[in-house]
């Protein structure tokens, strides 16, 4: 099937909207909740977050693909909406999904700003608003812009994270310790460990991007998220090993730097703004598309509608990050269990799977619903 976008992006910048989607706000807040956690414990977790991440978002890539490659409001408004009431319920979706992003973006400011503000001392409120102005600036441009930006953000944050790798052996380390297993902890660092390494929109952003090259956005998403999957290991591992007792700050990786030096809390601190950028960049470009196949206003100014109301709500509503993540991860991946549901139906219509072929079928669907329950109850359990 032949998609329309309004740029053409390459494997490699599909590949690196995927990773750079998925490295953002989540893996910042991972390392926090695994202190709480055994390495073993991370390990295994990565793993399996990555097995299931793969095949949802094979899913969300095939049910997109057979839409047309719209978002998935719009897939659901194709699938699973019918009669009189389907606009209503597809306005109901737009809210709740969009709604879900925007809470995410919130969180995903307020990150920044505090990088920002133990960076450069500058008044949260304000950085609040130089975060959102800077970052906002690539996606107001396009999603070409998008594209070029991400390739070349990751590339900077493999080359930052190699560098406070070697650096967090140059410390005394820290041994490992190995927590007594609490089951809370152990479901809330699922949770934020699936979060971390996923990418909804960027995946449907690299179907349209392809143009539906159904071989370039299987390769995306295999490569995307292993590469997602080591950068969570290996940034979680030197925290564990190099920041002593638990992190008094929710960025794990800023404590990290102060520890090994100033130029290290720097690099942490660059780490730390252009992971949560290439994050914003793919959400308010995903948000901005829900609003313009919603109202077909003008892409640029749509940004603007969507993104407004995130830097409000992070400025006046609840400023902390890891709460912010974690209500977006619980938000989300309720939202996947429709997910699930409409691509059954998409599936049975098509009467074919070019994308996820038998890891599409009915086991693997109930397989993600499970999954998507597990990290639901993960995202709102209270952690000791």
Not at 18 to 43: C, E, K, M, Q, W
Not at 94 to 118: D, K, P, R, W
Request: charged share 10%; glycine share 8%; proline share 3%.
């Amino acid at each position: 099937m032949k998609i329309e976008s309004e740029a053409k992006l390459t494997t490699l910048e599909s590949v690196s909207m995927i990773v750079g989607h998925s490295i953002g706000t989540g893996i910042i807040a991972v390392p926090y909740l695994a202190t709480r956690n055994s390495l073993f414990d991370v390990i295994w977790m990565v793993f399996l977050a990555y097995c299931v991440n793969v095949i949802l978002h094979l899913i969300i890539a095939e049910l997109s693909y057979n839409n047309g490659g719209v978002q998935l409001v719009k897939s659901f408004e194709g699938e699973l909406f019918h009669g009189k009431a389907k606009k209503i319920f597809s306005w109901i979706m737009f809210c709740v999904y969009g709604l879900a992003i925007m809470v995410g973006v919130s969180g995903n400011i307020n990150g920044g700003a505090q990088t920002i503000q133990n960076s450069f001392h500058v008044p949260f409120a304000i950085s609040q608003v130089i975060y959102y102005l800077i970052a906002g600036i690539v996606v107001f441009i396009g999603m070409k812009a998008v594209g070029i930006a991400q390739k070349y953000a990751v590339i900077l944050m493999i080359g930052i994270v190699t560098i406070m790798t070697f650096g967090t052996f140059t410390l005394p380390l820290e041994q490992l310790k190995i927590p007594q297993p609490q089951l809370n902890n152990l479901m809330a660092l699922f949770s934020m460990i699936v979060f971390a390494t996923s990418a909804n929109q960027a995946v449907i952003q690299s179907v349209k991007g392809l143009e539906g090259n159904v071989k370039k956005v299987r390769k995306s998403i295999f490569i995307g998220f292993a590469i997602s999957c080591i950068f969570v290991l290996v940034v979680t591992i030197t925290v564990l090993i190099g920041v002593k007792g638990t992190p008094d700050q929710e960025l794990a990786y800023l404590q990290l730097g102060e520890n090994i030096g100033v130029w290290a809390k720097f690099l942490a601190g660059m780490f730390s703004i252009f992971a949560l950028l290439t994050t914003f960049w793919s959400n308010t470009l995903s948000l901005r598309d829900v609003v313009h196949e919603q109202t077909g206003i003008n892409n640029k100014v749509c940004w603007i509608i969507a993104t407004v109301p995130c830097l409000l709500f992070a400025i006046f509503g609840v400023s902390s990050f890891i709460i912010l993540t974690r209500i977006m991860s619980g938000v989300v991946v309720l939202v996947s269990v429709m997910l699930v549901i409409t691509y059954n139906k998409s599936r049975r219509k098509a009467g074919s799977s070019p994308i996820c072929g038998k890891l599409g079928t009915v086991p693997f669907q109930i397989l993600m619903i499970v999954s998507t329950i597990l990290c639901a109850i993960g995202a709102i359990v209270p952690v000791s």
